[in-house]
């Protein structure tokens, strides 16, 4: 089951029939994940839901878990959005462990708070 971690923006849909494009690049952040889990997976969503078109996922191995400084992983998601109507949405980002049992604690986007992350909403008619 996937939970938030985090809303990172909102934007305006301006055209009834476009598609949005939303690419998040920063770092992730796991500081634990539990034993016997492979890692996490990170997925980017708007208005809560995961796209319909492929995936807009990255994931995030055990090893890279928990390493006492901070520093994440830095990572770059794209999703492709369509059916959404002509008004204010949300981007926020979630994560759940990869195998089913698992779990993890402290998951975060910018972890060391540098400020660098951002995302990009392009609507393409």
């Known amino acids: 089951t996937y939970t938030k971690v985090a809303d990172i923006g909102t934007f305006t849909k301006l055209l009834a029939n476009s598609t949005i494009e ?9 500081y634990t994940v539990s034993l ?16 319909s078109n492929g995936r807009a996922r990255a994931s995030y191995k055990y090893s890279e878990a928990g ?3 901070n520093i994440g992983v830095q990572t770059s998601i794209t999703g492709v959005f ?7 949405h949300t981007v926020s980002m979630w994560v759940q462990a990869k195998e089913a049992g ?3 604690t402290g998951a ?7 400020s660098t992350d951002h995302v990009v909403v392009k ?3």
């Open 108 to 114: 975060q986007l910018d972890p060391g708070c540098w």
């Open 22 to 30: 939303v690419t998040f690049n920063g770092r992730t952040y796991v």
């Open 82 to 88: 369509t059916g959404l109507g002509a008004t204010t």
């Open 36 to 51: 016997g889990s492979a890692g996490a997976i990170f997925e980017l969503r708007v208005d809560g839901a995961a796209t």
């Open 123 to 125: 609507e393409l008619k």
């Open 102 to 104: 698992g779990s993890g």
């Open 67 to 69: 390493n006492g400084n």
